[in-house]
Structure formats: structure tokens, C-alpha cells
């Protein structure tokens, strides 16, 4: 049977406003940890204020770079979160899952739409 860890964000972060990349990392490092060392993970959003998708982007995307989607499914679980957070958390996972399986595409795609500096 697998230990769940219960990460509450706010503690993490150290206040209730998430909206940056570098307390995402905070957040990514503990949950990523945990995960590495087999455990299943509980993650709160209890008493946050602003979230935004930068922050979570960090903290939640970043995990589809190094983890199996299948893993992730399994082993994360979201608690406390509003319904408007919950759909910015979707918005994140769904956009990371996209870029993390073919990351030339979306660079292909960046460069015809701004422009290759390279021509």
C-alpha cells in the first residue's frame, strides 16, 4: 500500500496568492520529490486567493515533462479547489500534455506565427 503526502499549496508558497513561476517550482519540487520516492500525492488548494495559469504551468504541467500521464492520473489528487481554479488546472494539464508529447510542433507553429529569426 502506497503513503499519500498531503501538500497543501498555500504552505508551500507561503502565503495564498499563486501566480508565479518561481513558487510553482517550489511547489513542482515537493510534488516531484514525492512522486520519485513512490508516494501518492494529495494536493490542497485550501485558502487560495489568486491562482494563475503561469504558476500552475510550473508547479502541475511541468510534471507531464518527466511522468507518465498514466502515473500522474493515478497518483494525483486535487482537494479543496474551487470550480474556476479546477477549470485554470485543466486548462494547464491539458495544454502540457499537448506541448510535452511534441514539443517541435508547437515551436514550428511559435516561429511561422512570430516569425523564424534564423531566415
Not at 36 to 49: A, D, Q, V
Request: aromatic share 6%.
Amino acid at each position: 500500500m502506497s503513503i499519500t503526502e498531503k501538500i497543501n499549496i498555500v504552505l508551500i508558497v507561503g502565503n495564498n496568492i499563486c501566480v508565479s513561476a518561481e513558487d510553482g517550482v517550489k511547489v513542482y519540487d515537493v510534488i516531484s520529490k514525492a512522486l520519485r520516492e513512490g508516494k501518492n500525492i494529495e494536493i490542497s488548494f485550501k485558502g487560495i486567493e489568486d491562482l494563475t495559469s503561469l504558476f500552475l504551468n510550473t508547479a502541475i504541467g511541468q510534471l507531464y515533462n518527466n511522468f507518465q500521464e498514466d502515473e500522474l492520473k493515478k497518483r494525483l489528487t486535487v482537494v479543496n479547489a474551487d470550480p474556476q481554479d479546477l477549470d485554470t488546472l485543466k486548462r494547464s494539464v491539458d495544454r502540457a500534455k499537448d506541448y510535452f508529447k511534441d514539443p517541435e510542433r508547437f515551436h514550428s507553429a511559435t516561429d511561422e506565427i512570430l516569425g523564424d529569426d534564423n531566415e
